[in-house]
Nanobody, 112 residues
Framework: QVQLVESGGGLVQAGGSLRLSCAASGRFFSINAMGWYRQAPGNQRDLVAIITGGGLTNYADSVKGRFTISRDNTKNTVYLQMNSLKPEDTGVYYC??????WGQGTLVTVSS
């Protein structure tokens, strides 16, 4: 069973930066795709960024050029560097492992 532990959320002013981390632990037999999803109050959970085991990435249009997803396979950890944050980036950010395992979420609040 895979467990995910997220960290790095918080309160930041518009234009600022945050870095989220998600560490996977447990038993798994291959390097899976990992991703970050965002859920704003009253909204569905949407994809922010995803990275394959080989390092291929994909981003939501709203974050392209501002967010960067990366991973360290030796540490089973995925990161989300968020720059030029906007109030509309506010929400709970969830890490996902292999499409089926979710972290507990970390809150990001961007004030205007």
């Amino acid at each position: 069973q895979v467990q995910l532990v997220e960290s790095g959320g918080g309160l930041v002013q518009a234009g600022g930066s945050l870095r989220l981390s998600c560490a996977a632990s447990g038993r798994f037999f291959s390097i899976n795709a990992m991703g970050w999803y965002r859920q704003a109050p009253g909204n569905q959970r949407d994809l922010v960024a995803i990275i394959t085991g080989g390092g291929l990435t994909n981003y939501a249009d709203s974050v392209k050029g501002r967010f960067t997803i990366s991973r360290d396979n030796t540490k089973n950890t995925v990161y989300l560097q968020m720059n030029s944050l906007k109030p509309e980036d506010t929400g709970v950010y969830y890490c996902n492992f292999g499409g089926g395992v979710w972290g507990q979420g970390t809150l990001v609040t961007v004030s205007s």
